[in-house]
């Protein structure tokens, strides 16, 4: 580099984060010094960093150049999320660099980055790169809980020295900022990280700090301890009580669940006294993901109230709390019948935000569907064409944020999609949205954004925007759990369960790593040839719950040889003793418990 103001932009190929070093040779005196500014997309490379210090400046850093001497970034001023580095010259003269380096930090307790106990593989290549990019995103971040942001923001530059949580290892919602806890976020970095890397000890870090801050009448903190762990969220306690149920199915944590049991109790508690007469909560504390408006009976809250309870369920039958087992399904089935009869809009075949409103956003009518609270398929299935309908050509456009299609409930709508049994249009919605992020020349090609706006330009404030947010990686886990089929039960004689969604695909394989053991499944479909054929791995005394497509055809199934259902001839014939029961529900032939390792063969009765 040579005469003030020159500058080098090097390219990472994707986005990395940690402490840069730069190795210098010639320099032409002894007062030359460079410049080091950071950004995630190309738009912003040049003297001046992007923003993530939530100033309106984040500037460069400083650098005294020797020769053949060396500069590493100060710890605090990590930088935890970046694919461009533009090195520069303050001075006049010239200085010659002979190597710059990375100390890479995310994902602390990884001793290998590249050893997932995850995997999944389909005979479409985009959604195998949407797959690891959601991977590659969470594990960006992934943070040691020291390296934190400052807030409030600093007077000048950025820290990243903050202690933002519990443990050795944290997972937060942005590589670059906020690097903090967020619950809301967690609901789907969290399936993540659990489906692809087998973390759980970053989400039981976070966990125990997010418990840690609970206040006196039982509400969880909106966020890590960097903001004051301020009780101001209906959804994001309630999203916090979301990962404790997710926690315990990929950790097996009995005792974590038993030891805090009353303090979940005592967060229930605080969501169930705020329903109404109506049956629904009413929100009155507005904070949330981003959404524009909030307040009063919104769907989603109460989609998320009625999942809670679900979960609260089961893992009284955990805690050994019967009591608490039956009040919380009890009062489950009180808000799904509250949710259909007070927030349907038959005219518009949609959820309304809140009783009485035109709004029917995306993120309460993908969350209603994902959690089966509609009191019929139509309902699921409706719901599902219109959030199709609202589409542009660069992703689901959300209606409760101003001209955005926010990734956070774009997360949401793919797995109501597969819930509503539209595998295809799922799969569509992925290549398009998801496929958009990995391609686009402004995004890092290597992970997933906080959101953008419907012409594809970024929201927010498109400097401060994260490109490396967990929020953004439903499809991920919905890859794994609904296309490949593998997930857990909410039962403790049969852990898991293996239904296929195949869609438009051909050939998956795929492999979870569960408390009891890994499970995993490699099928090939053939439409035209009408044909299905799966080989699933478990623990010889795991036993799991399979479903079988159909596609609604009269079909043989058999496992490892033997005939276990057939609805060919005209007649029904079942032989299951061996698997527990077989029925026929919808598209699928459910088998309700089946232990070890089995080949699965169906094919369509030819006359």
Same mark, same amino acid.
Request: net charge negative; proline share 5%.
């Given at each position: 580099?040579?005469?003030?103001?020159?500058?080098?932009?090097?390219?990472?190929? @994707?986005?990395?984060?940690?402490?840069?070093?730069?190795?210098?040779?010639? &320099?032409?005196?002894?007062?030359?010094?460079?410049?080091?500014?950071?950004?995630?997309?190309?738009?912003?490379?040049?003297?001046?960093?992007?923003?993530?210090?939530?100033?309106?400046?984040?500037?460069?850093?400083?650098?005294?150049?020797?020769?053949?001497?060396?500069?590493?970034?100060?710890?605090?001023?990590?930088?935890?999320?970046?694919?461009?580095?533009?090195?520069?010259?303050?001075?006049?003269?010239?200085?010659?660099?002979?190597?710059?380096?990375?100390?890479?930090?995310?994902?602390?307790?990884?001793? =290998?980055?590249?050893?997932?106990?995850?995997?999944?593989?389909?005979?479409?290549?985009?959604?195998?790169?949407?797959?690891?990019?959601?991977?590659?995103?969470?594990?960006?971040?992934? /943070?040691?809980?020291?390296?934190?942001? %400052?807030?409030?923001?600093?007077?000048?530059?950025?820290?990243?020295?903050?202690?933002?949580?519990?443990?050795?290892?944290?997972?937060?919602?942005?590589?670059?900022? =906020?690097?903090?806890?967020?619950?809301?976020?967690?609901?789907?970095?969290?399936?993540?990280?659990?489906?692809?890397?087998?973390?759980?000890?970053?989400?039981?870090?976070?966990?125990?700090?997010?418990?840690?801050?609970?206040?006196?009448?039982?509400?969880?903190?909106?966020?890590?301890?960097?903001?004051?762990?301020?009780?101001?969220?209906?959804?994001?306690?309630?999203?916090?009580?979301?990962?404790?149920?997710?926690?315990?199915?990929?950790?097996?944590?009995?005792?974590?669940?038993?030891?805090?049991?009353?303090?979940? @109790?005592?967060?229930?508690?605080?969501?169930?006294?705020?329903?109404?007469?109506?049956?629904?909560?009413?929100?009155?504390?507005?904070?949330?993901?981003?959404?524009?408006?909030?307040?009063?009976?919104?769907?989603?809250?109460?989609?998320?109230?009625?999942?809670?309870?679900?979960?609260?369920?089961?893992?009284?039958?955990?805690?050994?709390?019967?009591?608490?087992?039956?009040?919380?399904?009890?009062?489950?089935?009180?808000?799904?019948?509250?949710?259909?009869?007070?927030?349907?809009?038959?005219?518009?075949?949609?959820?309304?935000?809140?009783?009485?409103?035109?709004?029917?956003?995306?993120?309460?009518?993908?969350?209603?569907?994902? $959690?089966?609270?509609? =009191?019929?398929?139509? @309902?699921?299935?409706?719901?599902?064409?219109?959030?199709?309908?609202?589409?542009?050509?660069?992703?689901?456009?959300?209606?409760?944020?101003?001209?955005?299609?926010?990734? $956070?409930?774009?997360?949401?709508?793919?797995?109501?999609?597969?819930?509503?049994?539209?595998?295809?249009?799922?799969?569509?919605? /992925?290549?398009?949205?998801?496929?958009?992020?990995?391609?686009?020349?402004?995004?890092?090609?290597?992970?997933?954004?906080?959101?953008?706006?419907?012409?594809?330009?970024?929201?927010?404030?498109?400097?401060?925007?994260?490109?490396?947010?967990?929020?953004?990686?439903?499809?991920?886990?919905?890859?794994?759990?609904? &296309?490949?089929?593998?997930?857990?039960?909410?039962?403790?004689?049969?852990?898991?369960? &293996?239904?296929?969604?195949?869609?438009?695909?051909?050939?998956?394989?795929?492999?979870?790593?569960?408390?009891?053991?890994?499970?995993?499944?490699?099928? @090939?479909?053939?439409?035209?040839?009408?044909? $299905?054929?799966?080989? %699933?791995?478990?623990?010889?005394?795991?036993?799991?719950?399979?479903?079988?497509?159909?596609?609604?055809?009269? %079909?043989?199934?058999?496992?490892?040889?033997?005939?276990?259902?057939?609805?060919?001839?005209?007649?029904?014939?079942?032989?299951?003793?061996?698997?527990?029961?077989?029925?026929?529900?919808?598209?699928?032939?459910?088998?309700?418990? &089946?232990?070890?390792?089995?080949?699965?063969?169906?094919?369509?009765?030819?006359?």
């Amino acid at each position: 580099m040579q005469g003030m103001g020159s500058y080098i932009v090097f390219d990472f190929g @994707k986005e990395v984060g940690g402490i840069a070093s730069l190795q210098f040779g010639a &320099v032409s005196d002894s007062a030359q010094s460079v410049f080091l500014a950071f950004s995630e997309s190309v738009l912003y490379t040049g003297p001046q960093s992007d923003l993530s210090s939530g100033r309106p400046q984040d500037g460069s850093l400083s650098a005294a150049a020797v020769s053949n001497g060396t500069y590493s970034v100060p710890p605090e001023n990590l930088r935890g999320g970046f694919r461009y580095l533009t090195i520069g010259l303050q001075t006049n003269g010239s200085v010659e660099l002979s190597a710059v380096t990375l100390s890479f930090t995310p994902a602390p307790t990884l001793t =290998d980055l590249r050893a997932y106990s995850g995997s999944f593989r389909s005979n479409d290549d985009l959604l195998n790169r949407v797959w690891y990019a959601g991977a590659y995103t969470v594990q960006m971040d992934t /943070i040691d809980p020291r390296q934190g942001r %400052i807030w409030p923001a600093p007077a000048s530059l950025w820290l990243n020295d903050e202690l933002g949580g519990s443990g050795a290892t944290i997972l937060v919602d942005g590589a670059k900022r =906020d690097r903090a806890i967020w619950p809301g976020d967690l609901g789907f970095s969290a399936l993540t990280a659990f489906l692809t890397t087998g973390d759980t000890l970053s989400m039981k870090n976070n966990l125990n700090t997010l418990f840690a801050g609970q206040d006196g009448n039982g509400c969880l903190p909106v966020a890590g301890p960097e903001f004051g762990a301020p009780c101001i969220s209906d959804t994001y306690h309630l999203w916090t009580l979301i990962g404790v149920n997710n926690y315990f199915l990929y950790s097996g944590d009995r005792s974590w669940v038993i030891s805090h049991w009353p303090q979940i @109790k005592h967060a229930v508690a605080f969501s169930t006294a705020k329903i109404g007469a109506r049956g629904l909560l009413s929100v009155t504390m507005t904070a949330d993901w981003g959404r524009d408006v909030s307040g009063g009976e919104e769907v989603s809250a109460n989609a998320l109230l009625f999942q809670v309870l679900q979960d609260a369920s089961f893992l009284a039958s955990i805690a050994g709390d019967s009591t608490a087992q039956s009040l919380y399904t009890g009062t489950a089935a009180s808000v799904r019948s509250a949710i259909n009869l007070y927030l349907w809009d038959a005219g518009v075949g949609m959820y309304m935000d809140v009783p009485g409103s035109s709004l029917h956003p995306q993120d309460g009518n993908s969350l209603a569907v994902w $959690f089966e609270i509609p =009191d019929s398929t139509a @309902k699921s299935v409706s719901i599902s064409a219109a959030l199709k309908g609202r589409w542009n050509q660069f992703g689901a456009t959300t209606p409760e944020r101003t001209n955005a299609i926010a990734t $956070f409930p774009g997360s949401m709508e793919v797995m109501a999609h597969f819930v509503a049994g539209d595998d295809e249009t799922a799969l569509s919605l /992925i290549r398009l949205q998801w496929g958009y992020m990995l391609s686009s020349p402004n995004g890092t090609g290597s992970t997933f954004w906080e959101g953008y706006l419907q012409d594809g330009s970024f929201d927010y404030d498109p400097l401060y925007m994260s490109l490396a947010h967990g929020w953004a990686t439903g499809p991920t886990s919905a890859l794994t759990n609904y &296309v490949a089929g593998v997930g857990p039960e909410l039962s403790s004689s049969v852990p898991f369960h &293996v239904i296929p969604h195949p869609g438009d695909l051909t050939q998956v394989s795929a492999t979870v790593s569960l408390p009891q053991g890994a499970v995993s499944t490699s099928w @090939k479909y053939s439409k035209n040839g009408s044909s $299905f054929l799966e080989n %699933i791995t478990a623990p010889a005394g795991m036993s799991g719950r399979y479903g079988i497509p159909t596609a609604g055809r009269p %079909i043989n199934i058999s496992i490892d040889g033997q005939m276990v259902w057939s609805t060919c001839g005209g007649g029904t014939v079942s032989s299951g003793t061996n698997f527990g029961n077989v029925s026929e529900e919808g598209n699928y032939v459910y088998l309700s418990s &089946v232990a070890g390792s089995h080949t699965v063969i169906a094919d369509v009765c030819h006359s």
